[in-house]
């Protein structure tokens, strides 16, 4: 976003308006571009103070000193399978952690680990709880795996809004589907009967395969992290 430096004659002395690009495009508030809808309001306030004159302060030199090193103590070479390693984030119900629970595999760098809440949401509106599961996130997929936690519903307020309208295909077809986030919840859409049909067959296997998909699609092309999302959702019907 760059200043119009030329005063509109409506605000102020001392304010300007912006102009807003976007590889070359101007964007004007409510414009859609490459699945984004932009919204802004405010404009420019230039402050120029006029500062004192000062002298930098002169650091004293170094003395060159002694000391020891006491090396720290061992880590455990096999921790408890059962516990997350190098947590990263608590922030209410939610963590996040580096690393995948130990299974008896590996834990590759490139996975990162959140527990989330998963419902869908029927025809009638009515929201229904599928369960809490561990999410996954990995270079080229996600995965979801039951968990012991039973997180509440998320309630904190949309702070933003993204959408993608995209295919997924798991083993039972393809559809077209709109995902969307407003800063807390990710919620999956069908738009057409082959995506309806997808999430119909999927319920019985809680549509894992399906949101599997739809979060390695927002991971990957919505600019999303694992630790952004606080639920997800699956409706049965269009929004």
């Known amino acids: 976003?760059?200043?119009?430096?030329?005063p509109d004659g409506v605000l102020t002395d001392g304010h300007y308006?912006?102009?807003?690009?976007?590889?070359?495009?101007?964007?004007?508030?409510?414009?859609?571009?490459?699945?984004?809808?932009y919204h802004y309001d405010g404009d420019v306030t230039l402050s120029m103070p006029n500062k004192p004159d000062f002298e930098p302060p002169v650091n004293p030199p170094?003395?060159?000193?002694?000391?020891?090193?006491?090396?720290?103590?061992?880590?455990?070479?096999?921790?408890?399978?059962?516990?997350?390693?190098?947590?990263?984030?608590?922030?209410?119900?939610?963590?996040?952690w580096d690393g995948e629970r130990d299974r008896g595999g590996d834990r590759p760098e490139d996975k990162r680990v959140v527990t989330l809440p998963f419902f869908k949401v029927l025809e009638d509106k009515t929201t229904?709880?599928?369960?809490?599961?561990?999410?996954?996130?990995?270079?080229?997929?996600?995965?979801?795996?039951?968990?012991?936690?039973?997180?509440?519903?998320?309630?904190?307020?949309?702070?933003?809004?993204?959408?993608?309208?995209t295919e997924l295909t798991t083993d039972k077809g393809t559809g077209e589907f709109t995902l969307k986030y407003n800063g807390s919840r990710f919620t999956i859409l069908p738009d057409d009967d082959a995506a309806m049909k997808l999430i119909v067959v999927g319920d019985e296997t809680k549509n894992r395969a399906l949101f599997e998909k739809a979060?390695?699609?927002?991971?990957?092309?919505?600019?999303?992290?694992?630790?952004?999302?606080?639920?997800?959702y699956i409706h049965f019907g269009k929004d």
């Open 1 to 6: 976003m760059t200043p119009s430096y030329r």
């Open 215 to 232: 979060l390695h699609v927002a991971f990957t092309q919505m600019g999303l992290e694992v630790a952004d999302l606080d639920g997800v």
């Open 17 to 37: 308006g912006g102009i807003t690009t976007i590889d070359g495009k101007t964007i004007t508030d409510g414009n859609v571009y490459d699945n984004y809808r």
């Open 62 to 96: 170094v003395t060159p000193g002694t000391g020891t090193v006491t090396p720290l103590p061992e880590q455990p070479t096999n921790p408890s399978s059962n516990t997350p390693e190098n947590t990263t984030e608590t922030t209410g119900h939610k963590t996040v």
């Open 128 to 165: 229904h709880r599928y369960g809490t599961y561990d999410v996954a996130k990995r270079t080229t997929e996600v995965k979801i795996e039951p968990s012991a936690q039973v997180l509440p519903e998320p309630n904190q307020p949309a702070t933003q809004y993204r959408e993608l309208t």
